[in-house]
């Protein structure tokens, strides 16, 4: 059986535009072969291809501008080739956080 592919997205807005990092377990996330990091329009998204139990944690948007910082978390828990759960949201499409920066 094919393993999935996890999606999580925020919609960010501020002025100026806010900067956006994801972070796992507190720890940066970067683009890989698996993880795709990717940003539309207000729409800004983390995607990791092949998601096993070792994806289980804490994942974090943070978006930052001069006027401050906003974010959000999500414990996701994975069992086998499953997300067996997602708290406090369920943010897979066409679920959002929304987070703004603003004065």
Known sequence: MEKQTMELKARVKGEPEPTVAWYRDDKPMVATLKVAIGKTDDEHSIAIQQVSSSATGTYRCVATNEHGSAQH????????????????????????WDLACAR
């Open 73 to 96: 978390s999500a414990l996701v828990t994975v069992t086998g080739r499953y997300i067996a759960s997602l708290s406090p949201h369920l943010v897979f499409l066409p679920y959002l």
